[in-house]
């Protein structure tokens, strides 16, 4: 007869690394110095033994913040601030309060985000390392990871799928049933090079639909911008070097920029080329034309996000990955 299942404990962790409980807590809570050795002794000791922190012990013992942090590469995007405000709503139902914050991408932010003890940690960006993630939730937090890339290093958070692979595949697919065949996309901004890899939901869903459609995309695929006038300048730079007939933005800021310096050289939307956004933010209906773009249900996102981070808390239990898919608002950029 098989033995039941037994969790580890924090002084399993301690036996393994050889060090006492006390500093398994000071490394988990990351609230004191401990030397490196003895560091790297412990969190080894957590992974080896697939330790996950009892949420609520920690509650009995007067732990809880009542407050979770929302992670994200550029707070100041309309869709974070949309999302941001349905998490809002949904933690506040469930007794928390929300903070916005920008990543760091710094080893210091981690420790800090660590010593303020919150509740739960949602994280959508694209520069944060898979170390830092998991630094987070070897520390006992309840994360839950928005996927925009491929977290491959990451063990013990729960993942929400926003469609971000399929919504950019099903562009592609929509433009080459129209019968375009030059699809050209752009990709983010970024002062810190920050750009897109094959890892990238967006990129890679495009890249596979391309190749899908018998379309080459390393050909068509402008990056590398730090300004919208380099995006705007590439993408001039392209059209006048190459056909061109469709243009599939990151988002719908980027795809206004394309628009912008599409009508700026004398060609037409759609007629010439036409052009896609993602997000389904509210620039879409003030452009002229109006812009046909992909749209996440944000609203559900959210309150999956909180109801995850109240079940692993709760609980102590990872909830089964949710994928939720994107659809098209087709306007008249297409």
């Not at 002062?191 to 094959?198: C, I, P, V």
């Not at 390393?218 to 730079?237: A, P, Y």
């Not at 879409?284 to 981070?309: F, G, N, S």
Request: charged fraction near 25%; glycine fraction near 6%; include cysteine.
């Amino acid at each position: 007869m098989e033995e039941p299942f037994k969790c580890a404990t924090r002084a399993d962790v301690a036996k393994r690394a050889g060090v006492s409980v006390t500093v398994v807590s000071y490394v988990l809570n990351n609230n004191r110095y401990v030397e490196k050795s003895k560091r790297e002794r412990v969190l080894q000791a957590v992974k080896e033994l697939h330790y996950t922190p009892n949420n609520i012990a920690r509650a009995l013992k007067g732990k809880n913040s009542n407050h979770i942090i929302f992670i994200a590469d550029r707070i100041n995007n309309e869709y974070f601030s949309q999302l941001t405000y349905e998490m809002d709503r949904y933690a506040y139902e469930k007794g928390w309060l929300l903070s916005l914050c920008s990543n760091r991408n710094q080893p210091d932010f981690v420790r800090q985000v660590i010593s303020r003890r919150f509740d739960g940690i949602v994280i959508s960006s694209m520069s944060i390392p898979d170390s830092f993630v998991q630094e987070f939730v070897d520390a006992g937090i309840p994360v839950v990871i928005l996927q925009n890339h491929y977290y491959n290093n990451v063990d013990g958070a729960a993942l929400i799928s926003s469609g971000l692979y399929h919504g950019a595949r099903e562009v592609v697919r929509y433009l080459y049933d129209r019968g375009r065949r030059n699809i050209v996309y752009l990709d983010r901004i970024s002062t810190h090079n920050h750009y897109s890899t094959l890892s990238d939901a967006r990129l890679r869903g495009f890249a596979n639909e391309m190749e899908e459609c018998g379309l080459s995309y390393e050909d068509n695929l402008i990056t590398g911008c730090t300004s919208s006038e380099e995006v705007q300048k590439k993408l001039r730079d392209y059209m006048n070097a190459r056909p061109i007939d469709a243009v599939f933005g990151r988002n719908d800021q980027i795809a206004s920029y394309a628009m912008k310096e599409i009508l700026g050289s004398g060609r037409r939307i759609p007629d010439d080329i036409a052009v896609v956004g993602y997000d389904n933010s509210s620039i879409c209906e003030l452009l002229t034309p109006t812009l046909t773009t992909m749209e996440a249900p944000k609203d559900q996102i959210a309150k999956v996000a909180i109801d995850m981070i109240y079940q692993m808390q709760t609980q102590g239990t990872l909830p089964e990955p949710i994928h939720f898919p994107a659809k098209m608002v087709v306007r008249e950029s297409t």
